[in-house]
Nanobody, 123 residues
Framework: QVQLVESGGGLVQAGGSLRLSCAASGRTFSNYAMAWFRQALGKEREFVAAISRSGTSTNYADSVKGRFTISRDNAKNTVYLQMNSLKPEDTAVYYC????????????????WGQGTQVTVSS
């Protein structure tokens, strides 16, 4: 089992920044590709960003490219999502997820999920 705990969400004005963190425990963190997904009220969960086990490969949704950056610190068992130039449409609950070995954009590929952290961007 892998336990994931997100933090760093909150209320921010449009154009502002937030950094989300996801702390992992339970298994060898560096064996897992990690990702962030988000789910807005009344919408399906969507892919935001993913990072490979070593951190050398990343993927981003088109909607966040150039604004969000995913990174990880395997020594701290933590993955981050730096979010800049936030827009009201970024408002959602953000979830981190762990996938044994492979980087993927699909939510069904991920074995473990956190409880989520709310991000609200006001206009």
């Amino acid at each position: 089992q892998v336990q994931l705990v997100e933090s760093g969400g909150g209320l921010v004005q449009a154009g502002g920044s937030l950094r989300l963190s996801c702390a992992a425990s339970g298994r060898t963190f560096s064996n897992y590709a990690m990702a962030w997904f988000r789910q807005a009220l009344g919408k399906e969960r969507e892919f935001v960003a993913a990072i490979s086990r070593s951190g050398t490969s990343t993927n981003y949704a088109d909607s966040v490219k150039g604004r969000f950056t995913i990174s990880r610190d395997n020594a701290k068992n933590t993955v981050y999502l730096q979010m800049n130039s936030l827009k009201p449409e970024d408002t959602a609950v953000y979830y981190c997820a762990a996938n044994f070995l492979s980087i993927s954009n699909g939510p069904t590929s991920y074995d473990y999920w956190g409880q989520g952290t709310q991000v609200t961007v006001s206009s």
